[in-house]
T-cell receptor
Framework: GAGVSQTPSNKVTEKGKYVELRCDPISGHTALYWYRQSLGQGPEFLIYFQGTGAADDSGLPNDRFFAVRPEGSVSTLKIQRTERGDSAVYLC????????????FGQGTRLTVV | GDSVTQMEGPVTLSEEAFLTINCTYTATGYPSLFWYVQYPGEGLQLLLKATKADDKGSNKGFEATYRKETTSFHLEKGSVQVSDSAVYFCALTSNTGRRALTFGSGTRLQVQP
């Protein structure tokens, strides 16, 4: 596609429910990143994929958060037993090779846990 | 760990005023430094970058110089326009550890006509 696509753009869920957020990166980009942005803050790193593997998952806050990228393209961020504190904008970015090449961001998914 | 500190906003300026948004960083090794911009209703976009000391990044009239001695990467523009109104994020990537971006908290710029 022309850019990084994230779906849905908005998600409202009840506390305790399971959610999946999808990221479709730019075609040919091997590096994919997930970030979380709370109101008034900068994005915070969650996880980085190089190809199909999670090269760095040190930013995941706890074991309720998990992400996959089974074919090295589309990625899904999964959150179990959602809590109100999970409410934020979840951003996905991709870059050509994960070095200092430019990272392109999607518009994000706004998750609200009620 | 790595961190980025930038001045709090909002910064409110009149059109054609001079802009400075301060950014300082803490990092091991020799990080690469970036400014990203988020226009209303849009995603984050790379504005400029610098990958080594004394490099100057520039784009759309904005400039920032990588100052290793002061660990700073201040964003400047000589004459702002209403269309520059946005949130600006300073960020870095480490060459010794995490490859992902570490962001500052953002500075909102409002330019009035």
């Amino acid at each position: 596609g022309a850019g990084v696509s994230q779906t849905p753009s908005n998600k409202v869920t009840e506390k305790g429910k399971y959610v999946e957020l999808r990221c479709d990166p730019i075609s040919g980009h091997t590096a994919l990143y997930w970030y979380r942005q709370s109101l008034g803050q900068g994005p915070e790193f969650l996880i980085y994929f190089q190809g199909t593997g999670a090269a760095d998952d040190s930013g995941l806050p706890n074991d309720r958060f998990f992400a996959v990228r089974p074919e090295g393209s589309v990625s899904t961020l999964k959150i179990q037993r959602t809590e109100r504190g999970d409410s934020a904008v979840y951003l996905c970015a991709s870059s050509l090779d994960g070095g200092n090449t430019e990272a392109f961001f999607g518009q994000g998914t706004r998750l609200t846990v009620v | 760990g790595d961190s980025v500190t930038q001045m709090e906003g909002p910064v409110t300026l009149s059109e054609e005023a001079f802009l400075t948004i301060n950014c300082t960083y803490t990092a091991t090794g020799y990080p690469s430094l970036f400014w990203y911009v988020q226009y209303p209703g849009e995603g984050l976009q790379l504005l400029l970058k610098a990958t080594k000391a004394d490099d100057k990044g520039s784009n759309k009239g904005f400039e920032a110089t990588y100052r290793k001695e002061t660990t700073s990467f201040h964003l400047e523009k000589g004459s702002v326009q209403v269309s520059d109104s946005a949130v600006y994020f300073c960020a870095l990537t480490s060459n010794t550890g995490r490859r992902a971006l570490t962001f500052g908290s953002g500075t909102r710029l409002q330019v009035q006509p």
